[in-house]
């Protein structure tokens, strides 16, 4: 019967040799591989950059509806723009942050900080979810007194309502997509860490 | 400060910040040249299809890239790449859209293949590097991490476990890959006297 360390150095030897092929990183310099990292942390950056003026986008034209008109119902409004603004804001700058520092820690605590971090995507999109229900129960309303006041046509009044529509039907499918990978992931994670239990259960069986 | 002072300054600032980068960048070199080998065969673990090896070893890449300005040195250096290989491939994994796939190819024959073809197929890929990415991704993190010569304190501490655990993960992933590879032997043999029956 073979030595157990002489087995694992055979599967050593083997190891190196059979993934060797699959390893090189396409045959490319380490300069090459380099900037390519460095351009790919570039477009990370210029997407959260846009992200962030997006944002700010939204509050102004928030500010600038209300500066329009100055009702209660716009204010209203505006102050759950603002809100839901800055909250999807400060989530996607924490997640930002977190998913690249957590690289850093060891596999348990990176599996565990993932978890949260599907959880909190979840709840993002359950958040959003009810906020679409707000945006609606303001929205709708508003549209159609200010039509049944003749403050907008008929055809602007018809215009406004197909295009939350159409963006309610959007952000719905947004958020089944949210929460739909976020379930996926954290199967995915459960049934690695079920892994390590079950071979657990299993010597313990086993002795 | 005058406007030659503000000039130097500048020209002081800017000069230290390219020695930072150029500094980065050869760590990041060598870093690369040490350890690139072992990332590819850590992609391959993880991986059985070559554009994902490659997407993953350059979500590696990134990841080392954006990681290395904030490495201190609290751990070693095998243990800061390890960890970020292991983190990122795992974030690659749950990320894939079709689940269970690799897992999956023990147990589904391809209809596709004939037993000739699936037997050449065999025979040309490395029957090793299969049996392990078939393994719980526990254990071919231990597995993988044992055969990159990784101490049990070290893979400890690139899966945040104890040693003793690690010892246990080795072992039950030893004998778990044995399986792996007799039942692979069984199925190579069978499929041989089959061919040799039909001639």
Known sequence: MMNRDAELDTWRSEWRLHAEAASEPGGKSSAGLRRKAVRQQRNLRTRHVCELLFAVILLAFSAAVVWRRPLVETYVWAAVVCVATIVATAFSLWNWRVLWSADLKSVSDFTRDYKKRCLARRRDARFGEWFLVVQLAISAPWLTLNYARHRITGAAFAGSLLMLVVFSVGFVLLFAHYRRIAAKELAEISATQAAVEAGAANDIANQ | ?199
Do not use: C
């Not at chain 2, 980065?24 to 065969?41: I, T």
């Open chain 2, 1 to 199: 400060m005058n406007v030659r002072g503000e000039i130097t300054a500048d020209v002081a600032t800017n000069s230290q910040v390219e020695r930072g980068r150029e500094q980065l960048e050869q760590e990041y070199d060598r870093l690369w040249s040490d350890f690139g080998a072992s990332l590819g065969r850590l992609a391959s673990s993880y991986e059985n299809d070559a554009q994902g090896r490659e997407d993953l070893l350059q979500e590696i890449r990134l990841a080392i890239w954006i990681a290395l300005p904030r490495f201190r040195g609290e751990s070693s250096l095998r243990t800061f790449v390890f960890r970020i290989g292991h983190n990122r491939a795992l974030t690659h994994v749950w990320r894939k859209r079709k689940t269970g796939v690799v897992e999956a190819a023990d147990e589904l024959p391809d209809p596709g293949h004939s037993p000739e073809t699936s037997a050449i197929h065999h025979a040309d890929q490395s029957r090793l590097l299969d049996a392990i990415r078939l393994l719980p991704i526990p254990y071919r993190q231990v597995l993988t991490l044992t055969l990159e010569d990784l101490s049990h304190a070290e893979i400890g501490a690139v899966l945040g476990i104890s040693e003793n655990n690690v010892a246990v993960r080795v072992n039950r992933a030893r004998g778990l890959l044995k399986e792996r590879l007799l039942k692979e032997r069984l199925r190579d043999d069978r499929l041989g006297s089959e061919r040799q029956g039909r001639r």
